[in-house]
Nanobody, 125 residues
Framework: QVELVESGGGLVQTGDSLRLSCAAS????????MGWFRQAPGKEREFVAG???????RYAESVKDRFTISRDGTKNTVYLQMGSLKPEDTGVYYC???????????????????WGQGTQVTVSS
């Protein structure tokens, strides 16, 4: 199976930056498409950013121009560079992996096959 491990979360202040990493292992057959979602207590899991094998990127409107997603295919790793953080960015951030090739970046959870355990990001006001 594919296993995903997120890292890089923590407690920061408004305006700070964080870089999240997600490393994939197992029978990955390449990085393929990966995405980041986040979820606050009592709220729905929401799309944050995604990237496919063509390095096409998509972002949620709420993080556009503040976050950058990138990938390192040789390491099966995806990163999320987060800047100008706001309290509204607080939540558990999950890395997601789509097994099959796709020409688009999926923005809903059902577009992905595997998930990491999540890493907590807390932005104080």
């Amino acid at each position: 199976q594919v296993e995903l491990v997120e890292s890089g979360g923590g407690l920061v202040q408004t305006g700070d930056s964080l870089r999240l990493s997600c490393a994939a292992s197992g029978r990955t057959f390449g990085t393929n498409s990966m995405g980041w979602f986040r979820q606050a207590p009592g709220k729905e899991r929401e799309f944050v950013a995604g990237i496919n094998r063509s390095v096409t990127r998509r972002y949620a409107e709420s993080v556009k121009d503040r976050f950058t997603i990138s990938r390192d295919g040789t390491k099966n790793t995806v990163y999320l560079q987060m800047g100008s953080l706001k309290p509204e960015d607080t939540g558990v951030y999950y890395c997601a992996w789509r097994l099959d090739f796709a020409q688009i970046v999926f923005t809903t959870p059902d577009g992905y096959d595997y998930w990491g355990q999540g890493t907590q990001v807390t932005v104080s006001s």
